[in-house]
């Protein structure tokens, strides 16, 4: 069975620019989740889906930060402009019962902002 | 405060020992509580479940408390490859929110 893909793997960009990450989930995941783990921490939620519509988004920085999931199935995570604070790896992860269930997570994209 | 609070560690013990640490959830409406895995440089992976009556996998035990909302998880006759930080993990009721804690280092040591 395929797993969570993400890409790209690492990111290099200058402050201000923009940047774009894309996750496919596991087919038949309902939930897809975007998280920011900054090093040292744990893996803090930025926005979760269920199907296509945004579930929690609480923390997400709306000034600079978007998401979409278009039918439900890819998704893609976007920084405008970005700052040197956004340097963090990006992990998606996806599950079959939102949340009651096991999560699995792709392998991240690094994000590092100079 | 945090949802999700874990002792940060690192613990650091030599092979063949016993390790246990703990993890507190702030929103009593959680449901569900999982310890992940997650290796240096890794995407987190499950480790186990945690079930309302205390559930064992091998080498590793796992505790709920819901009165007092915490979790543990306890390894025993430790290895090197148990080397890892450990994410403590709720899920919300409503809405199936996933809060995970900062980890807990454990580095086993020959």
């Known amino acids: 069975e395929a797993g969570v893909a993400q890409s790209p793997r690492y990111k290099i960009i200058e402050k201000r620019q923009s940047v774009a990450f894309w996750c496919n989930p596991i087919?038949?995941?309902?939930?897809l989740y975007w998280y920011q783990q900054i090093l040292g921490q744990g893996p803090k939620l930025l926005i979760q889906?269920?199907?296509?519509?945004?579930?929690?988004d609480s923390q997400l920085p709306k000034d600079r930060f978007s998401a979409e999931r278009l039918k439900g199935v890819d998704s893609t995570l976007k920084i405008q402009p970005a700052k040197l604070e956004d340097s963090a790896v990006y992990l998606c992860?996806?599950?079959?019962?939102?949340?009651?269930?096991?999560?699995?997570f792709g392998q991240g994209t690094r994000l590092t902002v100079v | 405060r945090k949802e999700v609070e874990q002792d940060p560690g690192p613990f650091n013990v030599p092979e063949g020992a016993t390790v246990a640490f703990n993890c507190t959830y702030s929103?009593?409406?959680?449901?569900?509580f999982f310890w992940y895995r997650q290796d240096c440089r890794k995407e987190p992976k499950l480790l186990m479940s945690?079930?309302?009556s205390g559930n064992e996998d091998g080498r590793f035990t796992a505790q709920l408390n819901r009165a007092s909302q915490y979790i543990s998880l306890l390894i025993r006759d430790s290895k090197l490859s148990d080397s890892a930080t450990y994410l403590c993990?709720?899920?919300?009721?409503?809405?199936?929110?996933?809060?995970f804690g900062a980890g807990t280092t454990v580095t086993v040591r020959a």
């Open positions: 087919s038949g995941h309902a939930t």
């Open positions: 993990v709720v899920n919300r009721s409503n809405d199936y929110k996933l809060s």
């Open positions: 929103n009593s409406a959680s449901q569900s």
């Open positions: 889906f269920q199907n296509n519509g945004v579930v929690d």
């Open positions: 945690v079930y309302s």
């Open positions: 992860a996806s599950s079959l019962v939102g949340g009651g269930g096991e999560a699995f």
